[in-house]
């Protein structure tokens, strides 16, 4: 199979990059492109004002509409697109999603996974592998955390691993943010085991792509 991955930032990507090979075998491809972030959904999903702007959301209707007529009547590609819940409802968020789904002809075979609340929370699904990552992490902070909460995530994270904690970290730039938690992530995730992680947003992940193969 060939498993095309939508994601919103590079963080992800390399996410992604790592954890995917952990859960499928080598005769099957994958292939992940990031974006410059999440954005939003077109209320015009056939002539999004915004579809030039390379923001996940913005471009998942034109993108979505192209993977259908390249991978028409053939079940061995797939879609998957990963993108965090952040604020907003996941209920009213999913139907959004399927609604730029169900909107192309023909329609790609698709799946959507979201990180509830933010992408890590499939890092700290993982505890014992910040720990072998970042061995002088705070063990009180991630030991309050609950697994896929609303609780500002990767604040938390912060809050644990990084020097200063979150609120320095939060006073820089949006880049020198981004920067970091790319660092957490490819730090974090060559540790992780995928058969235990204790996200259920990333045990939904995996099990997608399980059942799909």
Same mark, same amino acid.
């Given at each position: 199979?060939?498993?095309?991955?939508?994601?919103?930032?590079?963080?992800?990507?390399?996410?992604?990059?790592?954890?995917?090979?952990?859960?499928?075998?080598?005769?099957?491809?994958?292939?992940?492109?990031?974006?410059?972030?999440?954005?939003?959904?077109?209320?015009?999903?056939?002539?999004?004002?915004?579809?030039?702007?390379?923001? $996940? @959301?913005?471009?998942?209707?034109?993108?979505?509409? /192209? +993977?259908? *007529?390249?991978?028409? &009547?053939?079940?061995?590609?797939?879609?998957?697109?990963?993108?965090?819940?952040?604020?907003?409802?996941?209920?009213?968020?999913?139907?959004?999603?399927?609604?730029?789904?169900?909107?192309?002809?023909?329609?790609?075979?698709?799946?959507?996974?979201?990180?509830?609340?933010?992408?890590?929370?499939? $890092? @700290?699904?993982?505890?014992?592998?910040?720990?072998? /990552? +970042?061995? *002088?992490?705070?063990? &009180?902070?991630?030991?309050?955390?609950?697994?896929?909460?609303?609780?500002?995530?990767?604040?938390?994270?912060?809050?644990?691993?990084?020097?200063?904690?979150?609120?320095?970290?939060?006073?820089?730039?949006?880049?020198?943010?981004?920067?970091?938690?790319?660092?957490?992530?490819?730090?974090?995730?060559?540790?992780?085991?995928?058969?235990?992680?204790?996200?259920?947003?990333?045990?939904?992940?995996?099990?997608?792509?399980?059942?799909?193969?």
């Amino acid at each position: 199979m060939h498993f095309e991955r939508l994601v919103e930032d590079q963080s992800g990507k390399k996410v992604l990059d790592i954890l995917i090979p952990k859960i499928i075998s080598k005769q099957h491809k994958f292939k992940v492109r990031p974006y410059q972030g999440i954005g939003h959904i077109p209320k015009n999903l056939t002539n999004p004002a915004n579809a030039n702007t390379n923001l $996940l @959301l913005n471009q998942l209707p034109m993108q979505l509409r /192209a +993977y259908g *007529k390249s991978y028409a &009547n053939d079940p061995t590609k797939v879609v998957i697109v990963v993108c965090d819940l952040d604020n907003n409802c996941l209920k009213t968020f999913r139907q959004e999603l399927f609604r730029v789904l169900n909107a192309c002809n023909p329609r790609p075979e698709t799946r959507f996974c979201i990180a509830i609340e933010e992408g890590e929370a499939w $890092l @700290l699904g993982d505890i014992l592998a910040i720990k072998a /990552a +970042y061995p *002088k992490a705070k063990d &009180n902070i991630l030991n309050s955390y609950q697994n896929d909460s609303i609780c500002g995530t990767w604040e938390l994270l912060a809050d644990a691993i990084f020097a200063g904690s979150s609120n320095a970290l939060s006073k820089r730039p949006w880049y020198v943010i981004g920067r970091e938690k790319s660092a957490w992530a490819q730090k974090i995730t060559p540790y992780m085991n995928v058969n235990k992680n204790s996200s259920p947003s990333f045990c939904y992940f995996r099990d997608k792509i399980r059942e799909l193969i």
